[in-house]
C-alpha cells in the first residue's frame, strides 16, 4: 500500500502529569486502532527523557487521518492538553512513497 499519510506526533508531558499522560495514551492506542483507516498506530517513550511520548502512525489516506483528528475521545484530549503537556504537541505528515512492509 503506497502513499499511506504517515503521521509522527511528539507529547512533551508535565513532569508530574507523565503516568496520567501515559495512560491517556495508551487509551488512544485502544481506540485509535479500532478505526477502519488505521494501518497503525504505536505508541513510543523516549529513553533519554521520559517525558517525551511520540506516536508513529499509518493511515491508508490523509482522510481517514483527517476523521481520526475529530474522534471525541481526541478532541477531548486537546481541550485539556495544557494541563499535561509543557508544550504543544508537534505533528509531522508524511507521505510514504515505499510499499509498506507488514513484516514476517
Known amino acids: 500500500m503506497k502513499n499511506m499519510c504517515t503521521v509522527i506526533a511528539c507529547f512533551y508531558a508535565k513532569p508530574e502529569k507523565a503516568l496520567e499522560l501515559e495512560k491517556i495514551l495508551q487509551n488512544f492506542v485502544v481506540q485509535t486502532r479500532q478505526e477502519s483507516g488505521c494501518v497503525n498506530y504505536d505508541l513510543h517513550q523516549s529513553d533519554d527523557d521520559p517525558n517525551v511520548f511520540v506516536f508513529y502512525e499509518n493511515w491508508r489516506s490523509r ?22 503537556l509543557t508544550k504543544e504537541i508537534e505533528v509531522t505528515t508524511y507521505t510514504m512513497l515505499s510499499e509498506y512492509n507488514k513484516g514476517s
Open 63 to 84: 482522510e481517514d487521518w483527517d476523521v481520526h483528528n475529530q474522534r471525541p475521545f481526541l478532541t477531548s484530549f486537546l481541550e485539556k492538553r495544557t494541563d499535561y
